[in-house]
């Protein structure tokens, strides 16, 4: 399984960014993949996720509602969109899964699969 980030950048606050995580390599429609942060000198945390089983989506208790994740199945990408970016936003956000296993287990950071990670920088 290859996981390959794109999107991040230098972004005012206020603005908003898109983040894609092109997957590949899965045997199954059975994972779960998501998106987790990590801000320099903090350790990683959970964004959101995903449930290729049944499309349904979870934000952690952290994320606020200008978080939305979503697949494109068609281009086998998953996007996480961030509205009125924030300062404290600025992390490496990393695309993250999980083959047969469900978004509560990848929520735990039990991933398999890791991508390289995408630096969004917010300026105030």
């Known amino acids: 399984v290859q996981l390959v980030e794109s999107g991040g950048g230098l972004v005012q606050a206020g603005g908003s960014l898109r983040l894609s995580c092109a997957a590949s390599?899965?045997?199954?429609?059975?994972?779960?993949i998501g998106w987790f942060r990590q801000v320099s000198g903090k350790e990683r945390e959970y964004v959101s996720c995903?449930?290729?089983?049944?499309?349904?989506?979870y934000l952690s208790k952290t994320a606020d509602g200008r978080f939305t994740i979503s697949k494109d199945s068609a281009k086998n990408t998953v996007l996480l969109e961030v509205n009125n970016l924030k300062p404290e936003d600025t992390a490496v956000y990393y695309c993250?899964?999980?083959?047969?296993?469900?978004?509560?287990?990848?929520?735990?950071?039990?991933?398999?699969?890791w991508g390289q990670g995408t630096q969004v920088t917010v300026s105030s």
């Open positions: 993250a899964a999980a083959p047969n296993e469900p978004c509560i287990v990848l929520a735990d950071g039990l991933a398999d699969y």
């Open positions: 390599g899965f045997t199954s429609e059975d994972y779960a």
């Open positions: 995903i449930d290729s089983r049944d499309g349904r989506t």
